[in-house]
């Protein structure tokens, strides 16, 4: 199955803080995981995303931290075929294209906006317990929340994410039949000539008393302007050379 490259708007690299001088300037990576939304369990997501991270000595806080830091390009699933909409994956689709199976003109753009921005905090915090639960139990102390009470230490936090996405959005879409299935592609695309971002910035520790994680999440967006702003279809990306893109081409506010 063709895999997607990270989609137009990947410039938004550029806005990720630097790395600390102790990283020795890890490269980009291109991966692919998979996740399954906040609300619609069952249904696994497969993202292809940009990613870098680094685990150094971090001499003022005097313990080693890791960073992480990710861009999301396009998202795939499989869709139930014959459709079945009570299926956690046709439930899914139902939800972003409500005229599905018959149709995917109308698509919910506001609800691609929201499956974008769960899917990219669910891969951080997954992310986050992946690399907890490869640790040692001693070193696995260095991610635990302060005591008494599960405190946060944002400035000295062990583990953070960084993440970034076009603030002026729209969505390429197209449904495949490929290797006898069939798939949804969507890619987020930004909109603008002049390329506009926001900074996700999510520092977590894991709280043993309760076995669940922390989180404190900031968000930073450039000033820019969405307005009067439409997507060109053509920018679209290919998938397969039988794959039709259809496009939203609405430009819609991103970050908030």
């Known amino acids: 199955m063709p895999v997607q490259a990270v989609s137009q708007g990947a410039d938004c690299l550029n806005i990720l803080p630097p790395l600390p001088p102790g990283c020795n300037n890890p490269q980009w990576v291109d991966e692919l995981h998979y996740v399954e ?11 292809n995303v940009r990613k870098r991270s680094c685990t ?10 890791t960073v992480v830091q990710f861009y999301v390009g396009g998202i795939d699933w499989i869709i139930p075929d014959p459709p ?3 299926s956690p994956c046709g439930q899914l689709t139902k939800h972003l294209f409500p005229g599905w199976p018959n149709d995917f003109d109308n698509v919910r753009v506001d609800r691609l906006q929201e499956l974008y921005k769960n899917i990219q905090e669910v891969l951080a915090d997954q992310l986050f317990m992946d690399h907890y639960n490869s640790l040692n139990l001693l070193d696995q102390q260095t991610m635990h929340c302060a005591p008494p009470d599960c405190q946060m230490p944002v400035e000295c936090s062990a583990f953070t994410v960084h993440y970034s996405m076009p603030k ?4 390429c879409y197209s449904q495949c039949f490929i290797d006898g299935l069939y798939h949804m592609f969507i890619n987020q695309m930004s909109c603008t000539d002049n390329l506009v971002c926001c900074l996700h910035t999510r520092n977590y520790c894991y709280c043993p008393a309760t076995e669940q994680i922390k989180v404190v999440e900031s968000i930073n967006t450039q000033i820019g302007s969405c307005e009067s702003s439409v997507f060109d279809p053509s920018m679209c990306p290919v998938v397969t050379p039988n794959c039709t893109w259809r496009a939203a081409t609405d430009c819609s506010i991103n970050c908030d």
């Open 56 to 65: 150094y000595f971090d001499p003022i806080c005097g313990k080693t931290r």
């Open 37 to 47: 939304a906040t609300y619609f369990s069952g249904c696994e997501i497969r993202i």
């Open 84 to 86: 079945d909409i009570f």
């Open 168 to 171: 002026c959005v729209a969505f």
